[in-house]
């Protein structure tokens, strides 16, 4: 498999720290998949349409969406809710990363058609396993339709 076989992961967060986390934890994991970050839904949903600052991006669904729930401008269940009402990115696997405790959060998540939901630990190695885990899992391990 060569480099444009690999799909991007897309970190949707708004936290410059947590962001930095967890790109360094899916480096540390050694994938090779291309990692991009933005900071909020809307610039999510620019990304998946090919809009924006990401008008120019080769036409690719992403191996995973990482994405964090409390977020400006755009939540992540509002980006979460247009993702699975569209054909091109209902099947996209979606993984909340938050640090929202709140039933509600969790499942308004569910019910939208997350794929899992995992709390941000507060320690940071915690952290690092946890990403580097979802990374593998996502990116590397996790089997898709023919064509998608």
């Known amino acids: 498999m060569n480099q444009r076989d690999l799909r991007t992961i897309l970190l949707v967060e708004d936290s410059a720290a947590d962001a930095e986390m967890a790109i360094d934890a899916l480096r540390e994991a050694k994938l090779a998949n291309p990692i991009v970050h933005v900071e909020d839904g809307v610039e999510c949903m620019d990304f998946l349409h090919s809009r924006g600052r990401f008008a120019n ?5 992403p191996a995973v969406v990482l994405l964090d729930i409390k977020m400006p401008r755009m939540d992540g269940l509002e980006a979460l809710t247009q993702m ?6 209902k099947r996209i ?13 969790l499942a308004r998540s569910w019910d939208l058609g997350v794929n899992a939901y995992v709390l941000k630990p507060v ?26």
């Open 57 to 61: 991006r080769p036409p690719e669904v």
């Open 93 to 105: 696997p979606v993984v909340i990363l938050s640090s929202s405790r709140e039933e509600s959060d």
């Open 123 to 148: 320690d940071v190695q915690q952290f690092f396993t946890a990403v580097q885990t979802l990374g593998h899992f996502w990116a590397v391990l996790n089997q898709r339709p023919e064509g998608e």
């Open 84 to 89: 699975r009402a569209d054909n091109a990115f």
